[in-house]
């Protein structure tokens, strides 16, 4: 049987990819962020300093002072509804300055009171706390990767460096930049991108122009990224996008026969906990006229209007795939 298995750019074959992420892990979230994400289906992403769960925030003279941080129990309900976490630092100061407190205290300390892994660290600050010493580490403290602050989508073969660009009121202090809930969307989808918009506590106004965005424009966002991406986006937690990313990249797909396939992921990286992935084949036969199997156990698939036959199935290594045509079986 003349048949070929590649693994799909992204999950369930989506074309483009879109998150959201709120650096600080405010418990205010809860007035507009949280209802806006519930109502969409949209997953989101908090960053939390670790050494500030469930207190009042008191760092240096930030605009979210008075507010309250989450503590573990809280963030675990969000963690409940789809959404994931990342390490925000242990002091949002220099990161660089103690690499064992800030990337590994404070990673410890948000997975025990949340219990939840976390793979993603969030530079807090500025992109001084993405300094060449910081990335070099991130892989030695089991992260999969650093979220910085730069204006640009992620290719699909990201590095250890995640992109989020700012949605904000404004943007910079030198050329000031309108909000415009279109951003990105279209260069995401002529490139396969993956779009991480950055984000604090939006409220009725927003508490700084150039961190944030008001509720009213995160609606307008949120419900414009759906509109666009109504069949081709995928709307991902970010922990799991990283999963999917470093999981495609470490696959191999196998050759053992006509329609016989074998996965060998022995390369994958230990930190990856969703081991989901999508796979695309093509072959004579349409998908109703195909019979796929992981190990022996039926899987479903789907086909697409471009004749793509594609499914999805959590991979173990020495995962054996098996497709033959309805009705035949192979020895």
Known sequence: MDVSLKTATWKYNKTWVYSATYDEGLIELHRFTVPAHDRLCVPGHVEVVGGHLGVERRLGASSYNGMRHMSGGEI???????WGVGNHSWSHGIVEDDLELELKKSKDAIEEACR?????YTAPGSNVNMSPPVLEALPKYGYLGGMGITDDINRPDFGIWINRPPL???FSDLYDSAFDPHKRIAQAKKHNGWIVDYLHCPLEKAVHDYKD??????GERLETVVAEGKYDCWFANPDRVADYRYMRGAVKILEKGPGRFELDISAARKEIVCKDLTFSLKSAYPAGQLAVSADGRDVSVQQFANGEVVFTIEV???MEIDIIPRNIRIA
């Open 316 to 318: 173990k290594n020495k």
């Open 116 to 120: 939840y892994p976390v793979t993603l």
């Open 168 to 170: 904000h009121e404004k």
């Open 76 to 82: 675990r309900e969000l963690l409940d509804r789809g």
């Open 213 to 218: 965005v008001s509720a009213a424009h995160l």
